[in-house]
């Protein structure tokens, strides 16, 4: 079975702080991705990645960095937390146009 | 830009029923579509995934229809059980040659009740 772990379930940070959410899976997926899941909004794209150091926008970008230096390992980074990224984080993988998996999610609270 | 619509939003129905959620989308250039089901506070976990080229694919008591030149996906829940109680999402996957993009419905809320 394929297995896709998030650094933490829970996460409160102070507004200005450097975040990092930690994504790994198991299945040498070449596709990982990161989403944001609010009420109303559905699940929004972030930022994906198809290969090793290589790494897309999606549709919500702005106050986000991603880093991928090794195959099964993504990294979101938001480099100084707002209040308006209080979010569901949601991170998943993927092998070509296969099913996309997903990890148990990071909740997120920016104080 | 893709855009998916479920309807419905929220539906409650009594165990042992047969029902139907409904996903739209707008762009047909689909590769495949893909739906989910949702526990609250919980990630993601796949239920099934039709290819462009299937009109159904099946596993156990759910059955997944796509009509790609309409833009309509359906899922039939045979014989719901209170276990089904979740929130169901619908995404087609963009047919644009890079790593599979998804756009995601805002799901439909079922609850099953005894």
């Known amino acids: 079975d394929v297995k896709v772990t998030q650094s933490s379930r829970y996460l409160v940070k102070r507004t200005g702080e450097k975040v990092f959410l930690e994504c790994v899976q198991d299945?040498?997926?070449?596709?990982m991705f990161w989403y944001r899941q609010d009420p109303g909004l559905g699940l929004r794209l972030i930022y994906f990645s198809y290969d090793v150091k290589m790494k897309e926008k999606g549709d919500i970008p702005e106050g986000y960095s991603v880093s991928r230096e090794k195959k099964e390992r993504f990294s979101l980074i938001l480099e100084s937390a707002s209040t308006n990224q209080t979010s569901m984080y949601l991170c998943a993988s993927s092998l070509d146009a296969d099913e996309q998996y997903f990890g148990p999610g990071t909740r997120l609270t920016v104080t | 830009k893709q855009e998916v619509t479920q309807i419905p939003a929220a539906l409650s129905v009594p165990e042992g029923e047969n029902l139907v959620l409904n996903c739209s989308f707008t762009d047909s250039a689909i590769y495949n579509l893909q739906w989910f089901r949702q526990d609250p506070g919980k990630g993601l976990t796949s239920l099934l995934l039709i290819q462009s080229s299937q009109r159904e694919q099946t596993s156990g008591r759910l059955n997944a229809s796509l009509d790609k030149s309409s833009g309509r996906s359906t899922l039939y829940i045979a014989a719901s059980q209170p276990g089904d109680s979740a929130t169901y999402l619908c995404?087609?996957?963009?047919?644009?040659?890079?790593?599979?993009?998804?756009?995601f419905g805002t799901g439909t809320r079922l609850q099953v009740t005894l």
């Open positions: 995404a087609p996957r963009e047919e644009d040659g890079t790593a599979s993009k998804l756009t």
């Open positions: 299945m040498d997926h070449e596709n």
